[in-house]
């Protein structure tokens, strides 16, 4: 049972490249979020999936897309990325109907823009 | 929307002492949910503890407690008998309940001296 699992760990990008970040989950959860963290912050959302086949802008969605590909994996493109994506990418998965309210996060991909 | 604020940049705790971490929040959501999250150095986030606005109870889970006051809107995590291993950055976070947006405070970074 790995949880949530994200590709790649470490990611160098220049100015203007694109990138899909891949996560996925071997817990049956319906939910999937993708956050940012940048330094001194704390998380921000900037897209999640409710369920298989729906997506949602969060907080911070700007420059970003997301594909739903099935119920266990959830993806987030960078089509022209830019400096200031530089930050470090989570995925979480959750699934309330067991009761509970956490989100189970991956071991994040630390992005760096040139 | 929740708003998060954790005021303590950097804690110090003696090990084997106890330890409060401060957190507010500021919603207008009748219920509502309140999570503390760990990031060791390693950098992945692990859940420790979770507070509903509805509980009646304090949540414990092992060493770590939540301090919760409705009234003066603060869920404050207290760490008993610090460990080494305890040392980390620590994030609050808050939730309208069943709504899929964790909105994070800027973390403190709790240092526990042998």
């Known amino acids: 049972n790995a949880g949530v699992t994200q590709t790649p760990k470490f990611q160098v990008l220049k100015t203007g490249q694109s990138m899909t970040l891949q996560c996925a989950q071997d817990?049956?959860?319906?939910?999937m979020y993708w956050y940012r963290q940048d330094p001194g912050m704390g998380l921000r959302l900037i897209y999640y999936?409710?369920?298989?086949?729906?997506?949602d802008k969060g907080e911070v969605p700007n420059g970003y897309n997301v594909s739903r590909l099935n119920k266990r994996e959830f993806s987030l493109r960078l089509e022209s990325a830019a400096p200031s994506q530089t930050s470090v990418y989570f995925c979480?998965?959750?699934?309330?109907?067991?009761?509970?309210?956490?989100?189970?996060f991956g071991p994040g991909t630390r992005l760096t823009v040139t | 929307a929740q708003k998060i604020t954790q005021t303590q940049p950097g804690m110090f705790v003696q090990e084997k002492e106890a330890v409060t971490l401060d957190c507010t929040y500021d919603?207008?959501?009748?219920?509502?949910?309140l999570f503390w999250y760990k990031q060791p150095s390693s950098g992945e986030m692990i859940f420790l503890i979770y507070q509903g606005s509805y509980d009646e109870q304090n949540a414990t889970e092992g060493r770590y407690s939540l301090n919760f006051q409705k009234a003066r809107k603060s869920a404050n995590l207290v760490i008993s008998a610090s460990q080494l291993g305890d040392s980390a950055m620590y994030f609050c976070?808050?939730?309208?309940?069943?709504?899929?947006?964790?909105?994070f405070g800027t973390g403190t970074r709790l240092t526990v001296i042998p």
């Open positions: 999936s409710a369920s298989e086949g729906t997506t």
């Open positions: 976070a808050g939730s309208q309940t069943g709504a899929n947006n964790l909105f």
């Open positions: 919603t207008s959501d009748q219920s509502y949910g």
């Open positions: 979480a998965s959750s699934e309330y109907s067991t009761g509970s309210y956490e989100q189970y």
């Open positions: 817990m049956n959860h319906n939910s």
